[in-house]
């Protein structure tokens, strides 16, 4: 099946831009078009994007611009269900006879529909952004030489819709009709006051900035079920039985005001002071809506000193300390407030709209706070043909925005509070160095690495852990917590000690309680969700007009549970890639259980998620300027480029990067925090090559 719901994706990319102008007015104008037909059948996007910038000296002391871009984006189409590809049998029938889709193509098993139903579909998925720019500059003369003023203006207008038919040809025998209507309207005013003056050795910069955002947001949504036949679809949803409707509104602002101050001796001593004060429409009545979060950082350019002139061997060497607070306003609009909604419910033979508790408002929600301690080292030696930056930080947040887990018995599963706080360590460092300078042939090297270390620190001030949430004091924010698996219970093994429910070919948990059975106690942290540490390696050659530039990319110390391991065969109906394999008496398999396991437990199969990519691979050639001149071109370049050509991992599965969302309503993996999603809409990493051209005109 798998087959037959994919194709081969294609890709055409096609942009224009003019520029040009005089001393005084200067222009651009650009076109994008792109059209993508995905690896699955059906997942179809276009775009086209216009953009233009204009840039006016109206006298020597007012400069006025604007910028103007819109896109519209289209992902109509219904769309091919990958997860029922690969699951069921390849020996499936998914046509019938007449050329339309089998409803089961393994009848009379109705465990799974086509994956190709989607084709049959009425699907429209559109968006559009409008988004314009304004400024204006305004530079005092005489004594007030220095003194700038800035306007910026921006207004961006973000319409959605989305509309969907699904009729018998998908099985459904009703037809199911829906719609929706949404629009986005935000605007930004930001108004700039700068100063810049030198005075000997010492120099100043003073910034000050008030800024006013505002967003507003509607949408209406329409539904229809039970249409007597799939002509019309979503065209006339009036003509459904069942009619349903809805609408939504909602305003947020934020206000913002900056002061910072730089100062530098010499070129030499640098200090930036700055404060920030922002007030948030989404916290609540019981508090402050604003936060103030102020920043302190100092530099010593060390190459500036004289006792550096005769250290020829260093090109440049700064030092670089800063502490600050900053906030985060992650909460939705109205979460502050307690909200009922609406439901149809029969009341004496009648259907009745009543109301049922939504969400449990908090008003004394504030902002989520984080000081930040930053050490950085920037240095250049070898005529900077080695350069880099060596920087370590460590973060401290409270009042994290969070979740709290409630009794359902209060008629509320959570509620939002400012709680517990955590600590983030890291190291990065960056290097560059030109391995090779030849006149022909170039080496150049770029690589960074990156590690992170959180942790919580403090949950509800009585030290205890959150296992709801999977929260717990002293380990990373985002954990694996589960049972331990040590092998598989082998024929004529004793089970009677560990685990007595087990038989041959059962999963084999370790005991952490020695209490002679495997219960929720069992459980403990098998590893962290994040990344240990990050890399990236970047190999770039230069053979006279011919360039080739290798990036690999790595990610290592993750563990998330493995979906396509936990499905097991389904009692023989499910088709499962033969690497996942499965325990035989003959086999004696110590990874995989036998295929009529019940995972009764609910175990996540957690697994290695590291890995390494080949992430892109680019040859170029630039066209010599003997070559232009005969062309009358500007430049002429042509590249190849190959992205995500292999990932070298012990994941079982498409990538280990990727969520696969499983059939229901969520991922039914909360370890790895992907809510609510769609089942039907999983898409594979895939391996793209591409053929490009780059031509300038004179």
Excluded: C
């Excluded at 799974?112 to 429209?124: D, F, H, S, V």
């Excluded at 720019?133 to 207008?157: C, I, S």
């Excluded at 930036?272 to 100092?298: E, Q």
């Excluded at 082998?490 to 059962?506: F, I």
């Amino acid at each position: 099946m798998v087959k037959e719901a994919t194709q081969q994706g294609v890709i055409q990319d096609h942009n224009v831009s003019i520029s040009g102008g005089s001393q005084d007015v200067k222009y651009f104008i650009s076109g994008d078009y792109l059209n993508q037909k995905g690896v699955i059948k059906g997942y179809d996007f276009k775009r086209i994007g216009l953009r233009s910038n204009l840039d006016v000296n109206v006298t020597s002391f007012l400069t006025i611009g604007t910028s103007l871009f819109l896109t519209s984006n289209n992902f109509d189409g219904g769309r091919a269900n990958l997860l029922l590809a690969t699951a069921m049998s390849p020996y499936g029938q998914e046509y019938n006879t007449n050329g339309t889709y089998t409803i089961y193509p393994m009848s009379p098993e109705q465990l799974y529909t086509n994956p190709l139903l989607g084709l049959t579909t009425t699907q429209i998925r559109r968006t559009t952004n409008i988004n314009g720019n304004g400024y204006a500059e305004v530079k005092f003369p005489g004594v007030l030489t220095g003194l700038k003023f800035r306007l910026n203006a921006g207004y961006t207008y973000f319409p959605e819709r989305r509309g969907s038919y699904i009729g018998r040809l998908a099985n459904d025998l009703n037809g199911t009709a829906s719609s929706f209507n949404a629009s986005t309207n935000s605007y930004t005013i930001e108004n700039i006051l700068s100063y810049s003056k030198d005075i000997k050795k010492h120099h100043f910069d003073f910034t000050a900035l008030y800024s006013a955002q505002e967003r507003q947001y509607s949408s209406t949504t329409a539904g229809s079920v039970g249409f007597i036949n799939d002509e019309l679809g979503m065209n006339n949803m009036g003509a459904g039985a069942t009619q349903t409707s809805g609408s939504y509104r909602d305003r947020y602002g934020l206000n913002s005001q900056m002061g910072r101050l730089f100062y530098s001796y010499d070129s030499k001593y640098l200090l930036t002071l700055t404060a920030r004060r922002d007030g948030s429409s989404v916290f609540g009545a019981n508090t402050t809506k604003y936060g103030v979060f102020p920043s302190a950082a100092i530099g010593w350019n060390i190459i500036n000193e004289d006792f550096m002139k005769s250290a020829k061997f260093f090109n440049n060497l700064k030092l670089r300390l800063s502490y600050g607070k900053t906030g985060n306003e992650a909460v939705d609009v109205y979460r502050t407030i307690t909200t009922e909604g609406s439901l149809r419910s029969p009341f004496n033979g009648i259907s009745t709209i009543g109301v049922a508790p939504n969400n449990l408002g908090n008003a004394s929600l504030q902002w989520e706070t984080t000081k930040t301690a930053n050490i950085g080292l920037d240095f250049g030696i070898l005529n900077n043909r080695i350069n880099g930056s060596i920087e370590a930080y460590q973060n401290k947040t409270s009042g994290l925005l969070l979740n709290r887990a409630l009794p359902i018995i209060t008629g509320y599963s959570r509620v939002l509070e400012n709680i517990g706080k955590t600590t983030n360590k890291g190291l990065e460092i960056t290097l560059n160095t030109q391995n090779i300078a030849g006149k022909d042939f170039r080496w150049e090297t770029m690589f960074v690495f990156a590690t992170n270390k959180n942790k919580i620190t403090n949950l509800y001030g009585d030290g205890k852990d959150d296992l709801g949430n999977r929260w717990f004091i002293g380990k990373p924010i985002r954990v694996v917590y589960d049972y331990q698996m040590t092998g598989v219970w082998q024929t004529g093994e004793d089970v009677s000690k560990q685990d007595p429910t087990a038989k041959p070919g059962s999963l084999k948990f370790a005991d952490l309680t020695s209490d002679g059975k495997i219960t929720a106690d069992d459980r403990t942290i098998l590893g962290q969700i994040d990344p240990k540490w990050t890399g990236g390696l970047t190999n770039t050659f230069h053979y006279k007009n011919i360039n080739l530039s290798i990036f690999i990319q790595t990610a290592q110390g993750m563990t998330r549970n493995n979906t396509d391991l936990g499905y097991g065969d389904e009692t023989g109906r499910r088709n499962t890639p033969a690497e996942i394999g499965y325990w035989t008496p003959e086999n004696m398999s110590q990874t995989r259980p036998a295929l009529s396991y019940n995972n009764t437990l609910g175990y996540g199969y957690a697994s290695d998620a590291s890995y390494t990519r080949i992430k892109d691979v680019t040859l170029s050639y630039v066209f010599a300027q003997s070559v232009l001149d005969k062309l009358h071109l500007g430049s002429l370049t042509v590249y190849a480029s190959g992205r995500n050509l292999h990932t070298f991992t012990k994941w079982v599965g498409w990538d280990p990067e990727q969520t696969t969302y499983s059939r229901g309503s969520g991922d039914g993996n909360a370890n790895q925090q992907a809510f609510a999603a769609d089942w039907t809409n999983n898409y594979p990493l895939t391996r793209t090559f591409v053929l490009g051209l780059n031509v300038s005109l004179r």
